[in-house]
């Protein structure tokens, strides 16, 4: 199908609330996107390894960005569309820097799977994605142990930090060479420089050949800020910080109340059926 718009959307308090399936208010607004010829995707700091469920119930037809903008992932042809890795000596740097700081919980998105620290608080997350999962469809969990021990050196688009000490966060945040970004209380997620989702909305607006004016994006936190700035029409749910709520162009209502669900049918349909 040739769409003539995008709109990007994220997870956790956009489209759904943590740990809750899509409301069917949602589902059914992002049928009539595809009907209105808008293209639909998910923009999250999940890696992909933790969205084909969603990808497959919401019948997504693009590719999603998924590891806060390090990656596109093509679910329609299980395929690697993009992955902006870090460098080998930016990694040499971080490693150096975990280990001065022990026991940071720490969890590493590369395009082989998703490598953990041995007492990682995500790790119940991934186990209670993969149980309903079929095999071929698990999250794969390797053990970041490899990397921090100086093994190996996989290709990491992002890693996530759970309460970091203040200090190591400080240092990271003077790597030039990184983007760092909060994409929930006590979440920091670390890419490499440039990676945003508002960087990965425009790289697949252009693959689809649509133009920026055309593009919308919608999201609640602060790693949301890039796609709504850079998106034609950015919308913020209305239990976003302050900062996101400036940022945007529209406000819709929360997340609880399907406010994505309006904004399709108060904010996007309107704009492009030419009525707003």
């Known amino acids: 199908m040739n769409y003539t718009h995008l709109l990007a959307a994220d997870m956790d308090y956009t489209l ?11 589902i059914e607004a992002i049928k009539r996107l595809d009907e209105a010829g808008v293209a639909f995707t998910l923009a999250t700091g999940r890696t992909s390894y933790l969205t ?10 693009v590719p999603i960005i998924t590891s806060n903008g390090g990656a596109l992932y093509d679910y329609a042809l299980h395929k690697d ?26 969890t590493g998105y590369s395009t082989d799977g998703i490598y953990c620290v041995q007492d990682s608080s995500r790790r119940d997350f991934i186990n209670n ?11 794969p969990v390797h053990d970041l142990a490899d990397f921090l021990e100086g093994n190996s050196l996989p290709a990491f688009n992002k890693f996530l930090l759970v309460s970091p000490s203040p200090a190591l966060l ?22 490499r420089a440039g990676s945003t989702k508002g960087s990965a909305l425009m790289r697949l607006a252009e693959t689809l050949g649509i133009p920026t ?23 913020a749910m209305s239990n ?32 492009v059926k030419g009525e707003a």
Do not use: W
């Open 16 to 26: 759904l609330m943590p740990g809750k399936p899509v409301s069917d208010a949602n």
């Open 52 to 61: 084909g469920k969603y990808a497959r119930a919401l019948g997504i037809k």
């Open 81 to 106: 569309i993009y992955s902006n890795d870090m460098d080998t000596e930016t990694l040499v740097r971080l490693k150096v820097l975990f280990d001065s700081y022990p026991g940071t919980d720490i």
């Open 129 to 139: 994605y993969n149980s309903d999962e079929p095999d071929i469809d698990k999250a």
């Open 170 to 191: 400080h240092e990271i945040c003077l790597i030039p060479e990184l983007e760092v970004v909060s994409s929930a209380k006590d979440f920091y997620d670390v890419m």
């Open 213 to 235: 004016e055309n593009t919308f994006a919608i999201g609640d936190s602060e790693n949301d800020i890039s796609m709504i700035e850079a998106a034609g029409c950015g919308i």
């Open 240 to 271: 976003s910080s302050y900062d996101v709520i400036e940022a945007a162009d529209a406000t819709t209502g929360s997340c609880e109340e399907d406010g994505f669900a309006q904004a399709v049918e108060e904010i996007v349909l309107p704009r």
